[in-house]
């Protein structure tokens, strides 16, 4: 059974985005294996901690990533908490504190992610594991051992959903919840849209103008996937916003993204290219600040919360 809340103040919805998502958003959607993942975007923690940083200084819904969790979560602070794709923990710092007299351990395809989470938790009192492996694969995980299960923003790359969906629900302990958090595929739709004008405009290759690989599990068929493995999912969305009214910092972040900056990933875009690409995004947003003031760029969130 699905029920579905959407949350927070802030919405960004209107006829206009809706529009520009029918127009731009591509039927077919890139796919990163976990070994292309580890070995090309997540090779380091960089891009990510870029994304991250931008995100929470320009977004303008006052909660955080992290505060739709911990409603999503509702942890009393004694749980065992296990993060699918935990990255450089900058999710599980901000969560930290919430379980005081709990327990943490983070799984990671990627060992520069897992270093970068070891080092960023260092010395906090929680009890912290790092494990490097694929969130499809959790054969060093014993049954029945975590009150909460999260996969957040990682489950569009893992390459077998349903046997991983199938692990969360082994691990998990009786009365325990499963969170799944992603994206709808239109989110961001206004960066797409000055990229993928500016790829047309300059005959990019093919495979650079596919949907981002969010549209192998979204907001919109999470549902289909989990059904199989949980009696009750609950979905909470949420929007928010990213607004620049200076060119730089929304470039940084349009860099950092392994879809729009198709600077990394198995087939990258030559340097000639980026370097072109660049040059015509810059323009597009530019004008767009200088008539508006300021860029916008929407976000379409949410949580499956699975029991
Ligand atoms: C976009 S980041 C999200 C990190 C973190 N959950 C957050 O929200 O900040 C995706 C993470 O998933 C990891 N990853 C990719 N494929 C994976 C897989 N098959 N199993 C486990 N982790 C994977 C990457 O190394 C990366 O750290």
Redesign the pocket.
Known sequence: MLTSTVTGTQTFATAYLERLAGKVIPEEHAV?T?ED??AT??RD?DA?EV??KIHDRFRTNPKA?HDHLLEALALRGTEELL??????????ERLRPHLAAGHLTG????P??LAAARRRLAGVATPCEWIE?????LDALVDDTFDRV?????AH???DLDR?FAEARRVLRPGGRFLL?TDRPDSMVEMYDVHLRALRALNGPAHLARASSKARISLTNGHRHLAPHFDQVQLLEWQDQLQFADVQPFLDFYRASYHCSAASGPAPAPPSLLAALEERVTAAVAEVIATYGYFAVTKFSGTFICS
Do not use: E, H, P, W
Request: aromatic letters at 12%; one cysteine or more; hydrophobic letters at 50%.
């Open positions: 990163l976990a993942a580890r975007y997540f923690a990510l994304k991250q990533l993060d699918l794709g935990c990255g450089n923990a900058f999710v599980l799984v990671d395809i990627s520069a992610m492996g694929s969130a499809d694969r999260m996969c957040v923003y990682t790359y893992v390459a991983c958090t």
